[in-house]
């Protein structure tokens, strides 16, 4: 089901296939991989398995994950990218922490990818939390106000794009243990949300008639009014970190986003890299790569554990002129 290939990062292909346990290939050889199938087959034994994914004008990501056994081969068809929503099912009773951790990283990911890819340059991005009297019960619920919302905007702003992410509320009060839901809108350039509008709107797919005022409203639509923008890669942030909050709730198995559009393909490579070279070096080559990838962005890098392994992620950024832009860590050699 899978056509072995492999090529450079730089567009040029060769027909031969790297071979197992010949060395760690190079950053920039011939010896990366298109796809996860190839990687995995060709698997040298203990190393960092490195994903390189290319975000267009926002930028790209390089992560490098310590690998110590061979990894499962990705279900998917006619090599095709799996669907953004894969994990659908229902709740998992007594799941293993270390999968549950996974899955909300994988799940964070694919929240990456999305924004990234659907937010880009000249594109106008808000947040926004939905929320309702008494709070949402279930993730059942939650997902089918998303989806009267959905049909909602659809009515009256057809280009918006949006992606939702629920959290349970722990704040005290009526609504504690409850949840409340995140939503990333992207307007299309030119096109700016009227506040008062989207209220009515969330009103309509609570059961309401748009008009009701005071405590007569059926709940809120709060926007994060901010003075600067979000960027692509801050909202993802933003909005990533609440599928991660909430793991050890054991929620293994439901869906933890839903989103209005379908994830436009990524371009994404891997290749491996032995673990003979220390963790400074070789996030050093990395680094290289991106800068030689995406001249003029700023390059940021963190280091996390998740289910015994070791992660290092670096990304390219377009650099952002703002006082209003939270500083993050950035990766010096």
């Keep these: 089901d899978y056509v072995a290939t492999s090529c450079r990062l730089d567009g040029a292909r060769r027909s031969e296939a790297p071979r197992s346990g010949a060395g760690a290939p190079r950053l920039g050889s011939s010896a990366h991989f298109d796809r996860y199938a190839e ?63 996974r899955s909300a990283h994988r ?33 059942a619920d939650a997902w089918r106000l998303v989806g009267a919302f959905r049909r909602q905007v659809g009515r009256h702003y057809p280009g918006v794009q949006f992606i939702a992410v629920p959290e349970l509320h722990k704040g005290g009060g009526v609504n504690h243990g409850t949840l409340h839901i995140h939503l990333l809108m992207v307007f299309p350039h030119g096109m700016w949300p009227v506040y008062s509008v989207f209220h009515r709107l969330w009103y309509r797919a609570l059961g309401g008639t748009g008009a009701e005022r005071g405590s007569d409203t059926p709940g809120n639509c709060d926007f994060a009014r901010h003075r600067w923008h979000y960027t692509a890669w801050s909202a993802a942030r933003y909005l990533s970190k609440y599928v991660t909050k909430d793991v050890e709730l054991g929620n293994y198995g439901q869906r933890r986003y839903s989103t209005s559009h379908a994830l436009p393909k990524v371009l994404v490579r891997y290749w491996w890299e032995g673990m003979s070279l220390d963790d400074r070096g070789l996030r050093r080559r990395a680094l290289r790569w991106l800068q030689e990838r995406y001249p003029g962005f700023e390059v940021r890098s963190h280091t996390f554990n998740c289910g015994g392994d070791t ?23």
């Design 311 to 333: 992660y290092h992620v670096l990304t390219a950024e377009p650099v952002v002129s703002s006082s209003r832009t939270n500083p993050l860590h950035r990766f010096t050699s």
């Design 39 to 101: 990687a995995a087959s060709h698997y040298p034994g203990p190393a960092y398995l490195a994903v390189a994914k290319d975000y267009g004008p926002n930028g790209g990501k390089v992560v490098l994950r310590s690998v110590r056994e061979e990894p499962r081969r990705l279900k998917s068809r006619d090599g095709m990218q799996a669907p953004l929503h894969r994990r659908n099912g229902g709740p998992r009773a007594g799941g293993d922490p270390f999968a549950l951790e």
């Design 107 to 139: 799940a964070r990911s694919d929240i990456f990818d999305w924004v990234l890819m659907v937010a880009k340059p000249g594109c106008s991005t808000r947040l926004c939390t939905l929320s309702t009297r008494g709070g949402i019960g279930t993730l």
